[in-house]
């Protein structure tokens, strides 16, 4: 299924870029140029953010080449490479996309096709603004056209002040200047039916907690050793175990048998109270954002083994959790190095560190303080997204996009 999947996305991807290279015009309501990995997946929880208004709205992404468009990604989301700035290369880009509005994420600019838009009256954004792409010279500024190119833009958003500081140094005037933090991955709070988890917190008061989720079947052992190990510690320790594929259920239930693990199956509660079950098995991923909000303490899976990249942090720090990983997380390594330094997050190895640090962390005031952190991270994202979001559409309102 999943083989069939990325082929079908890939497929379609390529039929849509040939669609440009052929010269036929694709008109685009909003035009993004990304100039770090990190943007796409902001720019994606952007557009998820702009679909609920605009489930219509047309995007293209276009970056300078250092860039690479992930396998599978969004097949309906133009991409291009911007890879020449001659008078004829910007003509054919405006007049194959035409597009209504511009964010120009980062810096590292290039003036020729930010004056262009300008001269056909395109609104353009500067947002993500970052020192390093605002310094392209030794003097730690912008050469004469990069600075005309910055004015162009009607208002920036800077990532700190270091890049405030550079762009108002440049010319960009205060009132068109926003200190707005990083642009970053996130995805939607998940929800849950509370009844259920008043239930859970009911049956299981004072025991201490751990979510593994997403699991996949060859970290199994590993999982189950350190819960063993920890139990050693903390007697009452519960673990919620949630597979990463639903159809595994049957053989996750044969290796906690094989482990001698007591445990129910939810909604089974049985166990739970009088701390007979050390484990709940759930196995149904639409209910992750019952366990998250259940468990203190969260190891996302599919990142002890390789070949499957992680899940993304911010499903737990939306919830008010602690992170533990595994070292194969390619797919969000950006976002867990962030989380990490800002001591939200752990990695762990193998069954012993895993166990020491859902050890650790079963001292509430640990897991509260890793948890405070992932949250800030995490609102930090949305706070700067939903000033990007309300600015597109209050623009495509003025412009007249449906």
Not at 178 to 190: F, H, S, W, Y
Request: proline share 6%; hydrophobic share 45%.
């Amino acid at each position: 299924m999943k083989p069939l999947l990325t082929s079908l996305l890939a497929r379609a991807s390529k039929s849509y870029s040939s669609v440009a290279t052929a010269g036929n015009a694709l008109a685009v309501d909003l035009w993004f140029h990304a100039t770090e990995p990190a943007h796409l997946p902001a720019f994606l929880q952007l557009r998820r953010a702009l679909r609920v208004e605009r489930p219509e709205i047309t995007c293209l992404i276009t970056t300078d080449g250092s860039v690479a468009r992930p396998e599978g990604f969004d097949p309906f989301i133009a991409w291009h490479v911007l890879e020449g700035d001659r008078p004829a290369d910007i003509s054919s880009f405006f007049e194959l996309f035409s597009p209504k509005l511009g964010l120009w994420a980062g810096g590292w600019l290039k003036p020729a096709f930010i004056t262009e838009a300008e001269v056909r009256a395109i609104p353009m954004f500067l947002i993500d603004a970052q020192a390093p792409g605002l310094q392209t010279s030794r003097w730690r500024g912008l050469g004469s056209s990069e600075k005309r190119a910055v004015l162009s833009f009607s208002s920036c958003f800077a990532r700190d002040a270091e890049a405030a500081s550079l762009l108002e140094r440049h010319g960009v005037a205060h009132d068109d200047l926003t200190i707005a933090g990083r642009m970053q991955e996130g995805i939607p709070v998940l929800p849950c039916n509370e009844t259920d988890l008043d239930e859970l917190r009911s049956a299981c008061t004072s025991r201490p907690v751990w979510l593994a989720a997403c699991v996949r079947q060859g970290e199994l052992d590993t999982i189950l050793q350190a819960h063993l190990l920890a139990s050693r510690t903390a007697h009452r320790l519960l673990l919620v175990l949630v597979p990463d594929d639903e159809d595994e259920a049957a053989a996750f239930k044969q290796a906690l048998i094989q482990h001698n693990l007591r445990f129910t199956a939810w909604p089974d509660v049985s166990g739970l109270a009088d701390e007979t079950a050390q484990v709940l098995l759930a196995d149904d991923p639409f209910e992750m954002g019952l366990w998250l909000r259940f468990s203190p303490v969260s190891f996302m899976g599919a990142s002890l083994v390789s070949g499957f990249g992680g899940h993304n942090p911010y499903a737990p720090a939306n919830l008010g959790s602690a992170i533990l990983y595994g070292p194969n997380v390619g797919r969000h390594l950006e976002s867990y190095s962030r989380f990490v330094n800002a001591g939200a997050a752990r990695i762990v190895r193998d069954a012993d560190t895993l166990a020491a640090a859902v050890t650790q962390l079963s001292a509430p005031d640990r897991a509260a303080q890793m948890a405070m952190a992932a949250w800030e991270i995490a609102t930090e994202g949305a706070s700067v997204t939903d000033k990007i979001t309300a600015l597109v559409h209050d623009v495509l309102d003025h412009l007249g996009v449906p």
